[in-house]
């Protein structure tokens, strides 16, 4: 596999990289029926299903990184699958085995652990679509702040509880959307949001996943750091109708320094944004139906002429054969 850069495109072995992301996207017709069931489960929804994530460690990974991978996977149960073995991988470098696990579990979120002297405590988090990387960002832990689940006492959140998102820091909504904390926080979001809930029990409100960014140290450079904090609610009486509410640290707690960014392609991005096709009927434009069940549409029309506006013709409005002739001497003489 050979890429060669030039000024305006990107080839992989003579093949512009672009049009190689199109060919793997493209629309496959099945042969068969059991061909045609694969590929329409593989279809885009009306609502996605939720990712599910796999965590798997290095041949080097540091015992850090192990109880983290650990206490992520507990975060995320049931929608996680944790792999014990050690796999020599190299996410920025060749990313064909982390597909294959993709495809193989039909998980769409990875999460790799290592450790090197270059790069220590690494956490790698990638997201994939078909079967292929899509974007992938590298977050160093740091080891002097770090805490495991285990570290903190008291009780733990169910499994299966659905989590509070809160981002704190101006760097998260920054504009354009290409910074290294906009895709972090998408990211993060597509890891820990779950499924779709219609409706929420106050009951079921017990944890609370807090991002925050570091703002800018006193010689003005730049941080890229984010504090990840993990919290629990817990409700108590309080003498009045609404119990008091109170926040209990029950980690993990992990404090991430940004490293490399792979960003989607466009075209890559376009296609895995599309949603399915839904049963529900659209709505006509300016066609209504009333309380009653008539239908009620709008006409919209262009400025009219009030001068051509043909009238009511009467006989009192109209002028004599004398006057007519009269007007149309004096105008002969006018021009004479």
Known sequence: MRWKNSDTKVYLNGIPLEQTILAMLREVKPKSARTARILAKRAPLPNENPKTAIFLRSIASSSLINALLTDLHSLKRPLAIRFIKKNSIHPFED?????????????????FGSHSKKRPHCLTFVRCFAGKVLDMMEGFVQQSTARTLSQFGGAKCRVGTKPLLSFSGTQFDEDGGESKFTL??????????GGEAKEVDVEGLQCIISFAAAEESGDGEKRDLIYMRCWRLVTKRS??????????????????????????????LKEAQKRGRTSETRSKKNVATDMVGDKMGKIHLGRQDLDELQTRKMKGLK???????????????VDL
């Open 95 to 111: 990313a064909s085995s982390l597909e294959f696990f993709s495809q193989k579990n039909d998980a769409s979120l990875l999460c």
């Open 184 to 193: 972090a926080k998408s990211m993060f979001i597509d890891f820990f949001r």
């Open 239 to 268: 003498g009045q109708r609404l119990p008091r509410v109170e926040v209990e640290e029950m980690g993990p707690r992990i404090d991430f320094r940004l490293g490399r960014m792979q960003e989607a392609d466009e075209a890559m």
């Open 319 to 333: 002028r004599s054969r004398d006057a007519l002739a009269a007007n149309n001497g004096e105008e002969e003489d």
